[in-house]
């Protein structure tokens, strides 16, 4: 495998993390209308979601996509500017009030969605 194909696949994977991420928030937010917000904070209280206290969700912010500290700033266009070939100092350069931090944790976030996890089930009932 050629230095270029694993990058390639590298953006593919976070490109695709980035739709997820924006999957999950959209659906958050659909909820949030139907029925609430209440609802939505409970669904966020009950997603596993520790270290991120940088990734915020708020159905008035960016249809409550995943953003950075509250700010119009989504989790994916940071991913998508990684992707792109950007690094941190290059993104803090075109985004000055962003941080370090608010890029790693948007990276983790990504890994974090991406992970797999298998998980019992209950037994159907015969």
């Not at 694993?6 to 980035?18: P, Q, S, T």
């Not at 958050?28 to 969700?57: C, H, K, Q």
């Amino acid at each position: 495998m050629t230095v270029n194909t694993i990058a390639e696949n590298v953006v593919r994977f976070i490109v695709n993390i980035i739709a997820l991420s924006d999957c999950i928030s959209y659906h958050i937010s659909y909820v949030a209308e139907l029925e609430g917000s209440n609802v939505a904070t409970a669904i966020l209280e009950e997603i596993p979601m520790t270290g991120f206290d940088r990734i915020t969700f708020d159905p008035n912010v960016m249809s409550g996509r995943a953003c950075i500290r509250g700010m119009r700033v989504t989790v994916s266009l940071i991913l998508g500017l990684v992707a792109e070939g950007m690094n941190t100092r290059e993104i803090i350069e075109a985004y000055p009030y962003l941080e370090p931090e608010d890029v790693r944790q948007s990276l983790q976030y990504a890994a974090w969605l991406a992970d797999e996890s298998v998980l019992p089930t209950e037994a159907a009932a015969t």
